[in-house]
């Protein structure tokens, strides 16, 4: 079974290949376009912002909404194809990600072995245990995270980062 500790290192982890990723990108690199049918850097990052948003609603913390605008990197939203309103600057989406990591290490610390057995809702979804959303939501974060390492190379990088 993974502990809570163990989630939030891994979460934690996540955040800093995020970081590595972008190292050295400006906003301009986060946004160039594979030629092919995907998202660019900007907006996976800021899905995972928002991925990171619901679990801290889930867990019934404070999430970064509605202060930051997330409605460009929610699921199902619009490709970010360029500049545009609601497009955040990289270096803030890297600046979020870190107060949410801050905020989700805290709302799992209120957490116990036994409170991740009650069921949860989720969006739209039926009702299932906490710790099953949470290494659902967590798969999902490292999903996105390793589509990083392409879109970094994309804005022509060539390195290994990890």
Not at 104 to 114: I, P, R, S, V
């Amino acid at each position: 079974m993974i502990s809570i500790q163990n989630l939030t290192d891994f979460y934690s982890r996540n955040l800093e290949i995020i970081k590595m990723q972008a190292e050295g990108l400006t906003h301009e690199d986060s946004l160039i376009q594979l030629p092919f049918r995907s998202n660019c850097l900007n907006w996976v990052i800021g899905h995972i912002l928002a991925n990171r948003c619901n679990i801290l609603a889930l867990l019934g913390a404070k999430d970064l909404r509605p202060e930051v605008n997330l409605d460009h990197y929610e699921r199902e939203s619009d490709p970010v194809l360029g500049e545009g309103e609601g497009v955040l600057p990289l270096e803030e989406l890297i600046d979020h990600l870190e107060e949410s990591q801050i905020r989700l290490a805290a709302a799992l610390e209120n957490e116990t072995e036994e409170s991740l057995q009650r069921t949860a809702p989720y969006r739209d979804r039926p009702e299932r245990l906490l710790s099953y959303w949470l290494f659902f939501l967590y798969f999902h974060d490292s999903y996105h995270v390793g589509q990083t390492e392409i879109l970094r190379q994309a804005a022509g990088k060539d390195d290994k980062i990890i």
